[in-house]
């Protein structure tokens, strides 16, 4: 009789240990804004299961897809600030009220190409505004080995021929919710309408907007290509996906934990870059074949003095730091 209430004693602090366990497990929510097929899609999923994996399942990642947990960037960032929301992967556009300095990384035309940008991310001057962002309560994933770098080239996607500043006074172009490049192409004389990407295909269908700036590959993916057949290549600025996780949520885990995740994110990185790659000729292919998007490869000069002119501007209008962007372009 002892031996068997022994093993029911056994047993119930057995099945009270599970419970206890299955409790304790973090279940924590990552979000994005392209749909699951989109060049970030797998890299992000396989992010989220590795960070299962590696943790033994302590932590559980379930992943929102196509602006799920927030239509906007600003609102799912400040998700990640209040603690709504664990995980956010987006590109580091948004993020100058933070920061100001943070407005350069989306200027156009202040980097030389992607090995300059790479650069600027692995700088003191970067480390430093990355510091400041995690005051607010969010942490960048994997700093300062930053590898989530988008391949395809950002320019215009619209619905006549841009080849040269002058042909976009007038137009209406879609801009998403930062005010760098609000300020910046707003330079041109056109008419900027501030929509947030989930919205996008609609104002186009109607002719709220004429125009936005894009990787033609997203534009593809979001089926923009149905109602603006010309993309005009412009490679204004170079673009890296931001794993980032609310402060909130990391000051949580243990230091094995955030191992975990950082390795996970790394990994997902690798992923991302490779389909970045891969897509980024496949896609503008299709484009091409599948909808007749003309691809226009215009010279950048004419582009790149218009914006000169602008950088001159923000730095005496307060809208950059004096300075920043010399130092910028004097890293080698």
Do not use: C
Not at 83 to 110: C, H, L, S
Not at 293 to 313: D, F, N, R
Not at 321 to 332: F, S, T, V, Y
């Amino acid at each position: 009789m002892k031996r068997f209430i022994a093993t029911l004693a056994v047993a119930a602090f057995a099945a009270t240990f599970v419970m206890a366990s299955a409790q304790a497990k973090m279940k924590l929510k990552m979000g994005h804004l392209q749909p699951a097929v989109s060049e970030q899609g797998p890299a992000i999923s396989h992010m989220a299961k590795r960070i299962g994996e590696l943790t033994n399942g302590e932590i559980e990642v379930q992943v929102f897809h196509a602006a799920e947990l927030g239509k906007s960037v600003p609102v799912q960032f400040e998700n990640l600030v209040s603690g709504a929301q664990d995980f956010f992967i987006e590109t580091m556009d948004y993020f100058k009220q933070w920061d100001e300095r943070f407005g350069v990384v989306n200027t156009p035309f202040v980097f030389r190409d992607r090995d300059h940008f790479r650069a600027f991310l692995a700088s003191d001057i970067f480390a430093d505004i990355v510091k400041n962002i995690e005051k607010q309560g969010v942490v960048f994933i994997g700093s300062p080995n930053y590898n989530w770098m988008r391949a395809s080239y950002r320019g215009i996607l619209s619905k006549k021929p841009i080849f040269k500043p002058a042909d976009l006074k007038g137009y209406k172009m879609r801009m998403f919710q930062a005010e760098m490049p609000i300020k910046a192409w707003g330079s041109f004389g056109n008419s900027i309408q501030v929509i947030p990407w989930a919205d996008v295909y609609t104002s186009l269908a109607t002719g709220v907007v004429d125009s936005l700036t894009t990787p033609l590959l997203n534009a593809y993916e979001m089926k923009f290509v149905e109602h603006a057949k010309y993309f005009t290549e412009l490679r204004e600025y170079y673009q890296i996906f931001a794993p980032m996780i609310s402060k909130r949520t990391w000051d949580k885990l243990n230091a094995q934990q955030r191992k975990a995740v950082e390795q996970a994110a790394f990994e997902g990185g690798e992923i991302y870059t490779a389909t970045s790659i891969k897509q980024s000729v496949s896609k503008q292919v299709k484009a091409q074949n599948e909808y007749g998007v003309s691809v226009i490869l215009p010279p950048l000069g004419p582009w790149q003095k218009h914006m000169a002119k602008v950088h001159a501007e923000f730095e005496a209008n307060g809208d950059l730091p004096k300075g920043l962007i010399a130092k910028i372009q004097a890293l080698k």
